[in-house]
């Protein structure tokens, strides 16, 4: 079955840099396109990037364009958040969620998520 | 961007009760609308859709309609298990935006 499994989540210091993994497995990764979704604790939710089913396109909310990138290993089956200049606004849980096609599509799957605190 | 506005923030209502959120979006697009139940404590789950397509696996006393800028999820006959947030989705297209959210209890 389809299972997506985040890590690399901790608590930092603002202004510092983390990098998020997200692992995939139980469907053709290269196929379809991923997002990072995130939720501050006690919020909604809130997209975060996403990069197409072969990398070549990535886009992200104004909130955080700039300072995170979004890569992925096709090779691997993973997903990668790269978070610099962290603020205290970045703390949330992060989800990676799997779109249901490679055609900018809804999501069908989320990991269980992974805890990003930042604070000093 | 086109902005997603929610309506309720929150409700409570009876087992049996139907109930109903909007969703409202700032500018019309496409049916390229999706409904998530969040339950608490758990991970997000799609129920709809294309504005309408109800996932499957999901109960059928879940529903989704509406098109342009109005879009409504509706459960016409509330169960305990209902008891969640509902996120509806504008997708296929950046950004990927989330409404606020509608909490859903059982009064």
């Known amino acids: 079955q389809v299972q997506l499994v985040e890590s690399g989540g901790g608590v930092v210091q603002p202004g510092t840099s983390l990098r998020l993994s997200c692992a995939a497995s139980?469907?053709?990764?290269?196929?379809?396109?991923i997002h990072w979704v995130r939720q501050a604790p006690g919020k909604g939710l809130e997209w975060v990037a996403v990069i197409s089913y072969d990398g070549k396109t990535k886009y992200y909310a104004d909130s955080v364009k700039g300072r995170f990138t979004i890569s992925r290993d096709n090779s691997k089956n993973t997903m990668y958040l790269q978070m610099n200049s962290l603020r205290a606004e970045d703390t949330a849980l992060y989800y990676c969620?799997?779109?249901?096609?490679?055609?900018?599509?809804?999501?069908?799957?989320w990991g269980q998520g992974t805890l990003v605190t930042v604070s000093s | 961007d086109i902005q997603m506005t929610q309506s309720p923030s929150s409700l409570s209502a009876s087992v049996g009760d139907r109930v109903t959120i909007t969703c409202r979006a700032s500018q019309g697009f496409k049916n390229y609308l999706a409904w998530y139940q969040q339950k608490p404590g758990k991970v997000p789950k799609v129920l709809i859709s294309?504005?309408?397509t109800l996932q499957s696996g999901v109960p059928s006393r879940f529903s989704g309609s509406g098109s342009g800028t109005d879009f409504t999820l509706t459960i016409s006959s509330l169960q305990p298990e209902d008891v969640a947030t509902y996120y509806c989705?504008?997708?296929?297209?950046?950004?990927?935006?989330f409404g606020q959210g509608t909490k859903v209890e059982i009064k």
């Open positions: 294309a504005a309408s």
């Open positions: 139980g469907f053709t990764f290269s196929n379809h396109g």
């Open positions: 969620a799997k779109e249901w096609t490679n055609a900018d599509d809804y999501f069908d799957s």
């Open positions: 989705q504008k997708y296929n297209s950046v950004p990927w935006t």
